[in-house]
């Protein structure tokens, strides 16, 4: 992402954050979404620049200052940047705006004006809120989630697989409008993901090509996540 673009986001975030202070736990998810970027420098660069706009912004704005300042940094966004990567920054911004459990009226109403700035549907918001607060298994129900885990019964009306020597679960998420997956372990086994270790709740793009691993158990693969989802066209197929 280009710098203009990171800083517009840097705003967005400055405006999501907590009413009185910003949260050592806020923090630390800004600073792990910078670093997956940005060299430290300029990690340390853009936290600066968010450091400056919550102090700016933090309770000094009425709703329709917000609701302009908003709709400004997301026509700055959508100039530069496609469908896919501004479901991304919904996703890590609602995983600030939930770092604590729980979402105010006030943060509420941002994130869909901020959707709504950025064209994302508000029921994406929706499937996006349940999954990053999910902290297991049972917590899920939509039929766009995956669960990964070692008990034989699937949950809800989400997706399953069944694998051995795993505590806790893995979800995979899947918005359709965009055809993204979202990779999240929650759990104390040593989760690989395309072969570097995963935190526990931690939130990642899963790319295509994808691979999970963990001891004792055999790999899930991207396709095997993919078939789950979609159907294979009808027709000649061509192997490899």
């Known amino acids: 992402?280009?710098?203009?673009?990171?800083?517009?986001?840097?705003?967005?975030?400055?405006l999501v954050a907590k009413e009185d202070q910003i949260t050592k736990q806020e923090r630390d998810h800004i600073l792990v979404f910078l670093s997956d970027?940005?060299?430290q420098k300029a990690t340390e660069h853009q936290m600066r620049h968010f450091d400056e706009f919550a102090s700016e912004t933090s309770g000094k704005l009425s709703a329709?200052?917000?609701?302009?300042?908003?709709?400004?940094i997301c026509r700055s966004i959508n100039e530069e940047i496609a469908q896919k990567q501004k479901v991304v920054i919904v996703l890590e911004?609602?995983?600030?705006?939930?770092?604590?459990?729980a979402i105010s009226e006030r943060e509420q109403t941002l994130a869909l004006q901020i959707c709504e700035g950025l064209n994302i549907a508000t029921t994406d918001l929706e499937l996006i809120k349940e999954y990053v607060l999910s902290k297991k298994r049972s917590d899920n129900h939509h039929e766009d989630i995956l669960i990964i885990d070692s008990t034989d019964?699937?949950?809800?009306t989400?997706?399953?697989?069944?694998?051995?020597?795993?505590?806790?679960?893995?979800?995979i998420l899947y918005l359709r409008s965009t055809d993204t997956f979202f990779f999240k372990y929650v759990g104390h086994t040593d989760v690989y993901l395309n072969g570097v270790p995963q935190k526990s709740g931690n939130i990642n793009v899963l790319a295509t090509g994808s691979?999970?691993?963990?001891?004792?158990?055999?790999?899930?693969?991207?396709?095997?996540v993919l078939g789950l989802f979609?159907?294979?066209?009808?027709g000649t197929r061509t192997s490899f």
């Open 1 to 14: 992402m280009s710098e203009p673009v990171l800083t517009a986001i840097m705003r967005l975030f400055a």
């Open 37 to 39: 970027h940005l060299s």
């Open 64 to 72: 329709a200052q917000e609701n302009s300042t908003i709709i400004k």
């Open 93 to 101: 911004l609602m995983s600030v705006i939930l770092a604590d459990g």
């Open 153 to 156: 019964a699937p949950t809800g």
């Open 158 to 171: 989400c997706r399953h697989i069944h694998r051995e020597h795993l505590d806790g679960f893995i979800g």
């Open 211 to 224: 691979t999970m691993r963990w001891d004792g158990s055999d790999p899930i693969y991207y396709g095997d």
């Open 230 to 234: 979609k159907k294979l066209a009808s």
